[in-house]
């Protein structure tokens, strides 16, 4: 009997040196799949993913980049997607973090595979050549991954003292974190305000202040760069960024194109408010996250715990359970990896 299963689909900050060379190690033999994903970048005067995963060195300055990394992240992720085994599990729904949302689209079938790769190439590029501001990010649980009032408060208490010119609103809420999107000033205020530790406040390199006002201005720029009909009815539920279903055969297309190249850029994104739709409407057997990366893993986690889902009360808990009969899969993972393919 196969298991229902919820796939994550990975954001931006998920290819670092440690997956230097995923996309040729597991998927070196989908050849027509990165074909295609090459063919794409030499039309638009860029560096191949196959020049970028299979270089010698990782080199942040050229990886991390929104006009690199973006489609990198999606063809690692989309391998896969594609690799996992279908006589075993039974995709439920499909989300994503921030960018995942548009590897959502195509895991989904709402975009096909070319066209998930344009629109994830395009708004990679957009975003890196015009997105203002930053994001840091910053904890809101304690050691056991609850979350914890005394920081809501105190977080709180430091937005209410913002100076006028920091301009600093919520990017995503994900799970026990928050990541803040702000302006110069704002990502000054934040990073000597939030009390600090060995690793936060932490401003994420080579990002704009996605999912905030600050990028009002790149709407019309990405609408006039990617045409309604690349988008289609989706094969397989997937959930937003605010937590809402986008059905097979009943999605609105006009609909849906207006938040991917609207909302979902200027809007903050709501990656535990997915995740708790994910969880309490299909009730998954197991939750799968894609590669590249295995940040979300922590995140998920701290949600499930936050609901106290299948009666995990705190970290211990959900590391138990990990090692006795995984409930999260991440394929970044090579143990876990084996679980999914």
Not at 85 to 114: H, P, T
Request: with cysteine; charged share 20%.
């Amino acid at each position: 009997m196969k298991k229902s299963a919820l796939i994550i689909c990975p954001g931006r900050g998920t290819y670092n040196a440690p997956e230097l060379g995923y996309l040729y190690r597991h998927h070196g033999g989908n050849k027509s799949f990165i074909k295609m994903l090459d063919e794409h970048r030499t039309s638009e005067g860029q560096v191949t993913l196959t020049e970028l995963d299979r270089a010698e060195k990782f080199k942040p300055g050229l990886h991390m980049t929104g006009d690199n990394a973006s489609l990198l992240i999606y063809g690692c992720a989309m391998g896969d997607f594609q690799a996992i085994n279908r006589d075993k599990y039974e995709i439920s729904a499909v989300m994503g973090n921030s960018m995942g949302w548009y590897l959502a689209l195509a895991a989904a079938g709402a975009l096909s595979l070319q066209g998930g790769a344009k629109l994830v190439n395009t708004m990679g590029r957009m975003m890196h050549e015009h997105a203002s501001g930053g994001q840091i990010v910053y904890p809101i649980t304690g050691k056991d991954w609850r979350v914890s009032e005394g920081k809501l408060s105190q977080i709180k208490q430091i937005l209410n003292e913002r100076p006028n010119d920091a301009v600093i609103s919520t990017s995503i809420r994900l799970g026990g974190l928050i990541v803040f999107a702000a302006n110069r000033k704002g990502l000054s205020y934040l990073q000597k305000a939030l009390p600090a530790d060995e690793r936060f406040p932490m401003r994420l390199a080579h990002h704009g202040a996605f999912h905030s006002p600050l990028l009002d201005d790149i709407i019309p720029m990405a609408q006039a760069a990617l045409p309604e009909s690349l988008f289609t009815q989706p094969d397989i539920p997937m959930i937003d960024g605010q937590g809402k279903v986008w059905n097979p055969s009943s999605t609105n297309i006009g609909d849906l194109y207006q938040y991917t190249l609207g909302a979902q850029i200027n809007s903050p994104f709501d990656f535990s408010k997915a995740l708790e739709v994910g969880i309490k409407d299909y009730a998954p057997d197991v939750i799968i996250i894609l590669g590249p990366g295995s940040t979300l893993g922590g995140p998920a986690a701290q949600e499930l715990i936050k609901h106290r889902w299948e009666g995990l009360e705190s970290k211990a808990d959900f590391k138990q359970r990990q090692l006795d009969n995984p409930y999260i899969i991440s394929m970044n993972i090579e143990e876990q990896r084996a679980l999914a393919t």
